[in-house]
């Protein structure tokens, strides 16, 4: 079965500055792989999506991921933040193909200080 | 397009009692899900539907959890009696539902139970 790793729970952050969210994925297969974000009371919403092709994928709200298949990551990043990306972000996984389950990883908090 | 809709949004219930929890997925989505998403943790898998039928409930705690379908369209998940451990968000969410599965969801607002 497939599994997701997210190192940071939490990442303080100052406005304006970069900041990289790290995610790590156990498979034996081919997976497919998400970024989802969750602001505070609501559910989830999806950031962006690697399915295939091109290994940088960029998603809304000026974040971007890259999928690196030989050291099983899918980091998410973001050159600038602002006060609104503060939320959780969390990194999740199917297996490609059919009518498969979505594991969630643990969640990155990302406080973004003024 | 309307979203996923969920409610309650809030409930809260001493231990032993039961709560259900209503789902209506976005119209068209014919795999629906329902998630627990425990304080400081990711969404945990409970059930997940293909239209009528059941796919995954490999985690569910089927002794005091249980959840139905009607007609592949709205959902309904129960529970009875709860627990003090059942204190969550219970999300529900839904996606088109095909062998090309992309594993894209669309998520509700989720119902916060708080067991007393």
């Known amino acids: 079965a497939q599994s997701v790793t997210q190192l940071d729970s939490q990442v303080p952050v100052f406005e304006e500055a970069p900041v990289e969210l790290r995610c790590n994925y156990s498979s034996s297969v081919s997976v497919y792989l998400f970024w989802y974000v969750q602001y505070p009371n609501q559910g989830l919403q999806l950031l962006l999506k690697?399915?295939?092709?091109?290994?940088l994928v960029k998603g809304i709200n000026g974040f971007e991921a890259e999928f690196n298949k030989s050291q099983t990551s899918f980091h998410l990043r973001k050159p600038s933040v602002h006060i609104s990306d503060t939320a959780e972000y969390f990194c999740a996984v199917i297996k490609s193909g059919g009518y498969q389950k979505v594991t969630f990883g643990t969640g990155t908090k990302l406080q973004v200080i003024p | 397009e309307a979203g996923v809709a969920q409610s309650p949004r809030y409930k809260i219930i001493e231990k032993r009692q039961s709560v259900a929890f209503w789902c209506n997925p976005i119209?068209?989505?014919?795999?629906l899900y329902w998630y627990q998403q425990i304080l400081g943790q990711g969404p945990k898998l409970l059930i997940q539907f293909q239209n009528n039928g059941v796919v995954d409930d490999s985690q569910l705690p089927k002794d005091r959890f249980s959840a139905e379908r009607l007609k592949g369209v709205d959902s309904t998940l129960k529970i009875q009696p709860a627990k003090l451990e059942d204190s969550a968000v219970y999300l529900c969410?839904?996606?088109?539902?095909?062998?090309?599965?992309?594993?894209?969801?669309?998520f509700g607002e989720g119902s916060r139970l708080t067991v007393l």
């Open positions: 969410a839904s996606s088109k539902g095909s062998r090309a599965n992309t594993g894209e969801l669309f």
């Open positions: 690697y399915l295939s092709g091109s290994t």
């Open positions: 119209s068209g989505h014919a795999t």
